[in-house]
């Protein structure tokens, strides 16, 4: 067969395996799409079809293919990400900022520290951290993994449960907000490269002059302009910030931070993330299922997975309500905002992509991470349904 078409078929299963299951097996309760797009990536992954058929992992999945399938997730994913920064309402944390900053330090910490706890452990075994990894890089980078809210699907999730636009909804998204903005800056930490350490501080200084002319630009443009302009200045910044020795990710989510949600339609903005999510990222999904590896040993990726699950989970729980000891909220709701800050999916593999990516791990540290933060996000909807019922806080 022709590359074409071997590409083709690639692109053939990728939509329509996941989207079978899904419907067939009616997951959305405990696994919306997006989460049975990620676990099909694993299963077409070397990891599982590449053991269990070889052949026809091979024949497919030719390397022509996956570096053609790996440029299209490379830009679905810097979109992706530009639309998370520019949904990112700063103006929404100088609400109630106490209550918001408490929370948000809370619900990184608590869990950052147990991950950290578990990294140090598995500092012990050869095999985990990356070639190009200090072992304080290793150590924060996987805490922080645990710590992780992903904004994006949190916003999905709250919509599925009816309760986005409430005051509780919108509560929750300004915990998760705040705590993205610190999932930035850490993993900006975590990459700072110290031979390179001039050319990222001038990096910085640029973006914050350029962005400044950037703006006023934009203000004065027409909406549609707008969008164009902004997929160069998507392009642009991850183009620097990867010369400089950061990520392309961490420029795609700069770029989307300096620009303001107001500046387009409403409905665009929505339309924008959904198309996405529908007709590029399930390639983002299976080019991650391929990164995964089990060159540890299945059982030793697996009960490092289940240890990193519950540092997430007992973390981000008992950090929300120490929480809200402090600001005296009523009984139940630190359950249903720990568990919502629970959800991980999208950014968690991200940002997991980005640490195999820089060497910060290996790739089967990646795969219990990966498989962390599936586990992770598929118990949101079951354990917080039942509860917001009973506290009123959705019909």
Known sequence: MKIADVFLLAMGVIFTLPYLCWRVFKTDYYAPLVVVQIISGILLGPGVLG????????????????????????????????????????KLLSEQRRDAALTAVFALVVPLC???????????????????????????????????????ILVLLLEKLT????????????????????????????LVDWQRLEYQAIFFISFIVISTLFRRLMRSLAESDRRYLSLSWLAFCGLAADWCGLHF??????AGVVIDADWFDAEWLAALRR????????????????????????????????????????????GVRMAARCLHWRPGEANVVGWLLQTKALIMIIFSNILLDRGI??????TAL??????????????VTKRMTALGLRA
């Open 51 to 90: 053991a269990a058929a070889p052949e026809i992992y091979h024949s497919i999945f030719l390397p022509d293919v996956v570096k053609a399938l790996d440029g299209i997730a490379w830009w679905a994913v810097m979109v992706f990400v530009m639309s998370a920064g520019i949904e990112l309402d700063l």
């Open 114 to 152: 147990l991950g950290a706890v578990v990294a140090l452990v598995a500092l012990k075994t050869d095999g985990w951290m990356g070639p190009n990894s200090r072992p304080w890089q290793f150590v924060l980078g996987v805490g922080m993994s645990c710590a992780v809210t992903a904004l994006p």
């Open 163 to 190: 309760v986005l636009h409430t005051a509780f909804g919108q509560r929750v998204l300004r915990y998760a907000s705040l705590e993205d903005v610190a999932i930035w800056a850490v993993l900006s930490l975590v």
């Open 249 to 254: 990710m961490v420029g795609a989510f700069l």
């Open 275 to 318: 198309i996405v999510l529908m007709t590029i990222m399930p390639v983002f999904f299976l080019s991650t299922g391929l990164k995964t590896a089990w060159t540890m040993g299945g059982g030793s990726v697996f009960l490092l997975a289940f240890a990193l699950l519950i540092a997430a989970i007992v973390g981000k729980l008992l």
């Open 361 to 366: 791990i290996q790739q089967s540290t990646f």
């Open 370 to 383: 990966l498989l962390m933060a599936i586990a992770s996000t598929m118990l949101t909807i079951p354990m």
